[in-house]
T-cell receptor, first 112, second 114 residues
Framework: QQQVKQSPQSLIVQKGGISIINCAYE??????FPWYQQFPGKGPALLIA?????SEKKEGRFTISFNKSAKQFSLHIMDSQPGDSATYFCAASGTGGSRLTFGEGTQLTVNP | KAGVTQTPRYLIKTRGQQVTLSCSPISGHRSVSWYQQTPGQGLQFLFEYFSETQRNKGNFPGRFSGRQFSNSRSEMNVSTLELGDSALYLCASSFTQGTGETQYFGPGTRLLVL
């Protein structure tokens, strides 16, 4: 009930391409869905987040698409750059707490 | 504004020992959460503190404990260390407690249990 499933586990994209990472959740009490980016040796950093009252949120090259009925959300990285190479985690929280339930992570490699 | 700081950054212990990790949140932040990150289990929530009180706890054994001080700094303790406790321990702070509060992570403490 608390799980967040993330795919793919790894992704290789050419520079300028679109990177797409998908997540699915089970707990309908979740009402906040952030994406975190983590570089080696660093802690995760918030990239973009969405609430279920909107279906899409865009910030620069990063877009979250949210499908409440399917309980799925995805991250799209447009014009992917080598500097985007990192591990990406989707997460979810709800019911009044700050506790984040994370997906398994996706290692993104953008080739020059 | 300084970010979340964690000390020490690296630690090597042997089985059966105990360890204390420290976290200083961003100035003004009152909520501190701890997570364990391993290659096999990913990022797992340990516990959350707000105003010196534990508000939420993950599914970890009682060997894992924590506390928060009046200045919002937090410590977590692991007693009777096991090999499987080897992990990156991450601390995250937020201004207050609640869904939607942006959590800012520190660089983590990498613990190796031999």
């Amino acid at each position: 009930q608390q799980q967040v499933k993330q795919s793919p586990q790894s992704l290789i994209v050419q520079k300028g391409g679109i990177s797409i990472i998908n997540c699915a959740y089970e707990n309908t009490a979740f009402d906040y869905f952030p994406w975190y980016q983590q570089f080696p040796g660093k802690g995760p950093a918030l990239l973009i987040a969405i609430r279920p009252d909107v279906s899409e949120k865009k910030e620069g090259r990063f877009t979250i698409s949210f499908n409440k009925s399917a309980k799925q959300f995805s991250l799209h990285i447009m014009d992917s750059q080598p500097g985007d190479s990192a591990t990406y985690f989707c997460a979810a929280s709800g019911t009044g707490g700050s506790r984040l339930t994370f997906g398994e992570g996706t290692q993104l490699t953008v080739n020059p | 504004k300084a970010g979340v700081t964690q000390t020490p950054r690296y630690l090597i212990k042997t089985r059966g020992q105990q360890v204390t990790l420290s976290c200083s949140p961003i100035s003004g932040h009152r909520s501190v959460s701890w997570y364990q990150q391993t290659p096999g289990q990913g990022l797992q929530f340990l516990f959350e503190y707000f105003s010196e009180t534990q508000r939420n706890k993950g599914n970890f054994p009682g060997r894992f404990s924590g506390r928060q001080f009046s200045n919002s700094r937090s410590e977590m303790n692991v007693s009777t260390l096991e090999l499987g406790d080897s992990a990156l321990y991450l601390c995250a702070s937020s201004f207050t407690q609640g869904t939607g509060e942006t959590q800012y992570f520190g660089p983590g403490t990498r613990l190796l249990v031999l």
